[in-house]
């Protein structure tokens, strides 16, 4: 049965592509991680996300894998790169990296959800792990692309915590998934 959007839900529509992924910390607390852990799991389980409609399973392990999703206090945001700045979330080779005042409290240019807020930064920060640089605004009134840079406004796009079509379709180019159409 060829893939296709219609019946991306089916069985035979199963992963063919496995990615796995720690979690760790660096200056939060146990509580706040399991928190992480949840949202983690949420997003990369959903169909909507960079799992692709299920043809990318996202797999924690207990150390190591492909890539280590970070929560980190502020102050240690710079600890990770000089790149990364205590008030964002970051990318930095394998490391995805959630600033934790970000992922507790949002951002107070998001408009909307703190849980979709949250989905969003680690959806946005795992697709620059995935290669994808920040993407503007398509249209007013359009959803925002999850790589836009939506934690410093989602405007004139509305706010969006889930890649678009269009992206998740280049990320199965990147990934070497086939069969999406």
Request: glycine content about 8%.
């Amino acid at each position: 049965m060829a893939f296709t959007l219609a019946n991306a839900g089916s069985p035979a529509a199963a992963a063919q592509v496995e990615i796995t992924y720690s979690i760790a910390a660096r200056g939060v607390s146990a509580h706040a991680v399991a928190s992480l852990a949840a949202t983690a799991d949420q997003a990369f389980a959903d169909p909507r996300g960079w799992s692709l409609w299920g043809r990318v399973r996202f797999k924690r392990v207990t150390s190591g894998g492909k890539f280590t999703l970070w929560l980190a206090a502020p102050d240690a945001m710079t600890t990770f790169s000089s790149d990364c700045s205590p008030r964002w979330s970051c990318t930095v080779g394998r490391d995805v990296v959630i600033n934790e005042r970000r992922f507790a409290d949002g951002s107070p240019y998001w408009i909307g959800d703190l849980s979709l807020y949250r989905i969003m930064v680690v959806n946005h920060e795992t697709g620059h792990w995935l290669g994808f640089d920040h993407a503007a605004c398509p249209a007013a009134g359009a959803a925002g692309p999850v790589m836009m840079q939506q934690s410093k406004g989602p405007s004139p796009c509305l706010p969006n915590p889930w890649p678009l079509a269009t992206e998740r379709l280049a990320a199965a180019r990147i990934l070497g998934v086939t069969g999406l159409n």
